[in-house]
């Protein structure tokens, strides 16, 4: 059956590139239709490098992709984000031989964390990396933990290399439960804005071991920082590879190993979220020994991507996109807007489709007064309503207002003297940002 899937999938790609089509996700869905454990039979190349996590994984991932591909290797990637079974499916199906072989010297995924659960003894990857994990829609992928113990059982018979966010306790954890994988940590020092307070929803607040509470001596964001239990051995130590000596202004750090200066690199982001991505693509670079030249040369160009820190030009006005989809990450767009500086105007769009998860209780742990006061917001949406309710028990802005059409939406923030943002969930984000960009044309 699986030959059959393999060929199911080709003729679909076929046709729909004779109808204009790129693809997408059809082909794989197709496939996995008929053979359910497609993967499985897959001829993957030898760096196979895996990306899951909860925020964070489009970014690690391309940056890896790209540093990789500068540096000569034949890279194949899921750069766009089709992260789940059919997506990957996809993107194999069109990158292999009909002897199932990758035409890849690299393949790099970034893998949704229930789809890697679920079908990572069928991928020979060669390295994982996780990110981080915070609670993220619940009704599909379950409580946070859930997900964790199905990753943590995945792993069990797992023997490449494995990198691990030092900081992040959720992540940490499975350097004491994955015994045969060779375990690579990454962190950030602390940082001038590090706090040893958080007022933000905190997931990793007990101890995965003993289940006793942790500690933390600081926070870098949520309950990312460095932490300790009080009953057992379980803390975060030193990392294999650390993002050093972090110029905010000149944007660069030193990625150190062990306190020794592997190289400075520089980078095009700008918060503290970012750095961790930036150390963790490096070190995956550095230890499959990509030149250094490369990595800095991708990093220091690197563009997040659609509605990740996006500016849009309209009209000789600017609109900074975004994309939410979880506490953790909402809460630092909303610092970054909290910290610029004049009056400002935002439309929050907040839709409850599959992709978003329909449980939308996650935006009651988002610290909307982050934000300070702010001249109008108008809400939009599927739960137009709903995130109003919020903004408005948030008491950060007089004129709110909901408006469910997106053209008028636009119009009347375009309207507005101020600095302009939006904020969109998954399913409503390229419909927002494709009718932002018809209107500067």
Known sequence: MHYLALIAGKLILVLLKIIGRNGGSLPGKIAVKICPILLKYFKYPQKTILVTGTNGKTSTANLIYQSFEKAGHKTVSNSRGDNIINGIVSLLIKNSSLGFKINADVLVLEVDELTLAKNLPYIN?????????????????????????????????????????????????????????????????????????????????????????????????????????????????????????????????????KSNKICTLHYNLSATYHIYNLVAASCVCITNKVDEKAIDDVFSHFYLGIGRMETIEVKNKKILLNLVKNPAGANEILKYIGDEKGNKSLIFLLNDNFADGKDISWIWDVNFEYMGKLDNVILTGTRAYEIATRVKFASICENIKVEKNIDKCIDTLLNFDTKLYVISTYTGLFDIRKKIVEKGK
Not at 213 to 233: A, R, T, V
């Open 125 to 257: 990857a060669s390295d994982i990396v996780i990110t981080n994990f915070f609670r993220d829609q619940l009704d599909r992928v379950g409580e946070m933990e859930t997900i964790i113990l199905k990753i943590q059982n995945s792993l069990l018979d797992y023997h490449g290399r494995l990198y691990l966010n030092e900081d992040d306790p959720n992540v940490n954890r499975f350097a004491h439960f994955v015994k045969n994988a060779e375990i690579i940590t990454f962190g950030v020092e602390k940082v001038p804005h590090s706090k040893e307070q958080s007022e933000d929803a905190k997931e990793g607040r007990f101890c995965p071991v003993c289940g006793n509470e942790l500690i933390h001596d600081y926070y870098q964001y949520s309950h990312i920082g460095k932490y300790h239990c009080i009953s057992c051995d379980f803390s975060s130590d030193l990392p294999d590879f650390t993002a050093e000596n972090i110029n905010y202004a000149q944007k660069s750090f030193d990625l150190v190993s």
